[in-house]
């Protein structure tokens, strides 16, 4: 499942029991909608237009690149396969600084990224990062990195066509974890 993130988080305790959380590059929501249903307060931003039902959704058409993330706001801040469209790797370590900064004192973030290896590597309009060099770039966040994974394969796209996936992800906290 998708979200198994999220499960991971609340099992582990990383996520406050309520509060406002950020979806970055919402897409559909499913993020969104889970969180939303487990009470959350949820700001979901995407470039393109989406529509949520739940009230408990608050949707923005923003680029994440100009989305001012307030400091100090969320209990959890996600950027689920988003960040490989923002280009600008230095724009990319900006916008991982800046979550960090908006989360709450014992707040947590999921981030993706994709690797050299995939499929897409190359394209336009996206990054794409060495699982060194995106390492060194989380481990410079003032947060600590709770599970990171790297992922390989073949998988389904949003359009279901079939392609090579690199992908790795972080769920990062500033909770001290004993
Ligand atoms: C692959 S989908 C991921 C959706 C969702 N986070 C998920 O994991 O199911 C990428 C989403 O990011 C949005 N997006 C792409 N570039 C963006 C940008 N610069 N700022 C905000 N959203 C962007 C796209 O419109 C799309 O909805």
Redesign the pocket.
């Known amino acids: 499942m998708?979200q198994n993130y999220i499960h991971k988080m609340i099992e582990f305790g990383l996520l406050a029991k309520a509060g406002k959380v950020l979806?970055?590059?919402?897409?559909?929501g499913?993020?969104s909608i889970l969180l939303a249903q487990k009470g959350y307060e949820v700001t979901a931003?995407?470039?393109?237009k989406q529509s949520f039902e739940d009230p408990k959704i608050a949707f923005i058409q923003?680029?994440?690149?100009s989305f001012d993330i307030k400091k100090n706001t969320y209990a959890a801040i996600i950027a689920?396969?988003?960040l490989p469209?923002?280009n600008d790797k230095n724009k990319v370590e900006r916008i991982l600084k800046v979550m960090t900064e908006g989360l709450t004192e014992e707040g947590c973030m999921f981030l993706t990224v994709f690797g050299v290896k995939d499929d897409w590597f190359g394209k336009e309009h996206m990054s794409f990062f060495a699982e060194a060099e995106i390492d060194l770039i989380v481990s410079k966040l003032p947060i600590k990195v709770f599970e990171k994974n790297a992922m390989e394969g073949f998988g389904l796209t949003?359009s279901k066509d079939i392609k090579y996936w690199n992908v790795f992800s972080y769920i990062c906290t500033k909770k001290v974890i004993r």
């Open positions: 998708k979806d970055l590059g919402c897409g559909k499913a993020d931003v995407d470039i393109k923003s680029a994440i690149e689920r396969n988003v469209f923002v949003m």
